[in-house]
T-cell receptor, first 115, second 112 residues
């Protein structure tokens, strides 16, 4: 089926505003990941959802960041009171199983610019 | 914690062979991945190693030595379309479940 989709593809916001980024994983994939990629930096893990288990939030950089996954499918990453350092590409990935040769399939990302 | 080192940039000639190295330090190693990322696009999976040795897939091969904390990605018969960033990522029992720890990537430029 279709790959991972993300929306919006680009988002420009003012410092202090809240933003919501959406991820639609590949149908049937039980695992969903959020990463952040800043200019010239590697991918930084943010949060991981697996089925109905409690999410692994260990990578969230501050309490301004939160994410939820409704019905085991679509996920929303929310950044409250955005700061300029939040400017980055936010990538979502999904995989159909965990462990072993599980391959994460990435979406095209949301490019966030905080002015 | 985790640490991954890769060269920042490399340049190679079309038709040649290039080797991109990756060294890592982690506890509870549980697999190493290589991803390709073209500018402005999402990373795409290239290879996976969890045991020592060489995994070959067409023009691309990946090698792993767990005792040395070392991997390389070998690209043969380079094509212009191979110009991209190549990301080395490690999964470990310490990072929890299945999230990957990525290096900063190696930007490869293929020249005619």
């Amino acid at each position: 089926g279709a790959g991972v989709s993300q929306s919006p593809s680009n988002k420009v916001t003012e410092k202090g505003k809240d933003v919501e980024l959406r991820c639609d994983p590949i149908s049937g994939h039980t695992a969903l990941y959020w990463y952040r990629q800043s200019l010239g930096q590697g991918l930084e893990f943010l949060i991981y959802f697996q089925g109905n288990s409690a999410p692994d939030k260990s990578g969230l950089p501050s309490d301004r960041f939160s994410a939820e996954r409704t019905g085991g499918s679509v996920s929303t990453l929310t950044i409250q009171r955005t700061q300029q350092e939040d400017s980055a590409v936010y990538l979502c990935a999904s995989s159909d199983r965990t462990g072993g040769r599980q391959t994460q399939y990435f979406g095209p990302g949301t490019r966030l610019l905080v002015l | 914690g985790q640490n991954i080192d890769q060269p920042t940039e490399m340049t190679a000639t079309e038709g040649a062979i290039v080797q991109i190295n990756c060294t890592y330090q982690t506890s509870g190693f549980n697999g190493l991945f290589w991803y390709q990322q073209h500018a402005g696009e999402a990373p795409t999976f290239l290879s996976y190693n969890v045991l020592d040795g060489l995994e070959e897939k067409g023009r691309f091969s990946s090698f792993l030595s767990r005792s040395k904390g070392y991997s390389y990605l070998l690209l043969k018969e380079l094509q212009m379309k191979d110009s991209a960033s190549y990301l080395c990522a490690v999964r470990s029992l310490q990072t929890g479940a299945n999230n990957l720890f990525f290096g900063t990537g190696t930007r490869l430029t293929v020249i005619p």
